[in-house]
C-alpha cells in the first residue's frame, strides 16, 4: 500500500503522507515520509547509507524523466509521457521507502522512535483517522 494522508499536529492538522506504523493493537503512529525524503539525513543515524540510498534513488528518477525528454526531442514526441510516469511513481516509492526505513528503526528500538519524534517525524494518529483491521492486514 502507498502513503496514506494523515493530519500533522506539528503542522497544525494539515494531511500529510505518511506511513502507518503499529506497534500495538490500541496505538497508530504516522511517520512523516515527506520530510524524511525532503531531508534524508534525519536517516542517517539509522545507518550512513540510507541518505545516500535515497539519493540515488532520486537521481534515477530524475535520469528516467531526462531520457524521456530527450528520446522525446529524438524520436517520438509521445515518449515524455510514460518517462513522466514512471518518474513520478518512482518518487513516490522514494517517499514510502524513506518512511519505510523510518519504520523499521522505529521497530528496533524506542530511543530510534524517540529520535523521530524529537525531529516532529512521527505522531500518534487521532482515533477517527486509525486504521481498520482490514488496512493492517494489507
Known amino acids: 500500500m502507498f502513503l496514506k494522508l494523515v493530519p500533522n499536529p506539528y503542522e497544525d492538522g494539515l494531511p500529510k503522507r505518511a506511513v502507518l506504523y503499529h506497534p500495538n493493537e490500541t496505538q ?5 515520509a515527506e520530510a524524511l525524503h525532503r531531508d534524508p539525513h534525519l536517516l542517517e543515524t539509522f545507518g550512513w547509507w540510507k541518505p545516500f540510498l535515497i539519493r540515488i534513488l532520486d537521481t534515477f ?35 514510502k521507502t524513506a518512511g519505510e526505513m523510518a519504520k523499521s528503526a522505529a521497530e528496533e528500538s524506542s530511543e530510534n522512535l524517540f529520535y ?16 481498520t483491521a482490514w488496512d493492517r492486514a494489507a
Open 28 to 32: 497508530t503512529f504516522a511517520i512523516d
Open 61 to 95: 528518477a530524475y535520469a528516467i524523466i531526462l531520457v524521456g525528454v530527450f528520446s522525446a526531442a529524438k524520436f517520438a514526441w509521445w515518449l515524455f509521457i510514460p518517462c513522466t510516469a514512471a518518474t513520478s511513481a518512482m518518487l513516490l516509492l522514494n517517499r
Open 116 to 131: 523521530l519524534h524529537e525531529n516532529k517525524a512521527i505522531w500518534l494518529v487521532p482515533e477517527p483517522f486509525r486504521a
